[in-house]
C-alpha cells in the first residue's frame, strides 16, 4: 500500500524559504516518478516539479532557478526546497508517485499548504 504524507508548509514572508517533505511508503524511489503539484483556490492542479525513477528532473517554468527537487532514498523522502517565494507561489502543494506500485496510476498525498505574504 502507497501512502505519501507531506510535510513542511507554512506561512512565509515574500522573498522567504520554505522546505516541503514527503515521507513515502510502499514504492522504491529507483523505480518511481515522483514529483510536486499545487493548487491555489479556484484553479487547477499544476505540476511543479518532477524527478524520475533514474534521477532526471524537470521544472515548471514558473519555478526554474527558484525551486529544487530531491530525494533521498535511504530516508525514502521527497523534498522540495523552495526559495525566493512569491505571493503567487501560494497553494496547496502535494506529493505524486507513478510506478509498479501504484499500477502505473498516480497516488496523492493530503497536501500541504504554503502561503507566501507579501
Known amino acids: 500500500q502507497v501512502q505519501l504524507v507531506e510535510s513542511g508548509g507554512g506561512l512565509v514572508q515574500a522573498g522567504g524559504s520554505l522546505r516541503l517533505s514527503c515521507a513515502a511508503s510502499?514504492?522504491?524511489?529507483?523505480?518511481?516518478?515522483m514529483g510536486w503539484y499545487r493548487q491555489a483556490p479556484g484553479k487547477q492542479r499544476d505540476l511543479v516539479a518532477t524527478?524520475?525513477?533514474?534521477?532526471?528532473?524537470d521544472y515548471a517554468d514558473s519555478v526554474k532557478g527558484r525551486f529544487t527537487i530531491s530525494r533521498d532514498s535511504a530516508k525514502n523522502t521527497l523534498y522540495l526546497q523552495m526559495n525566493s517565494l512569491k505571493p503567487e507561489d501560494t497553494a496547496v502543494y502535494y506529493c505524486?508517485?507513478?510506478?509498479?506500485?501504484?499500477?502505473?496510476?498516480?497516488?496523492w498525498g493530503q497536501g500541504t499548504q504554503v502561503t507566501v505574504s507579501s
Open positions: 524527478i524520475t525513477s533514474g534521477g532526471s528532473t
Open positions: 505524486n508517485a507513478r510506478g509498479p506500485a501504484t499500477g502505473g496510476l498516480r497516488a
Open positions: 510502499g514504492v522504491i524511489f529507483s523505480n518511481t516518478h
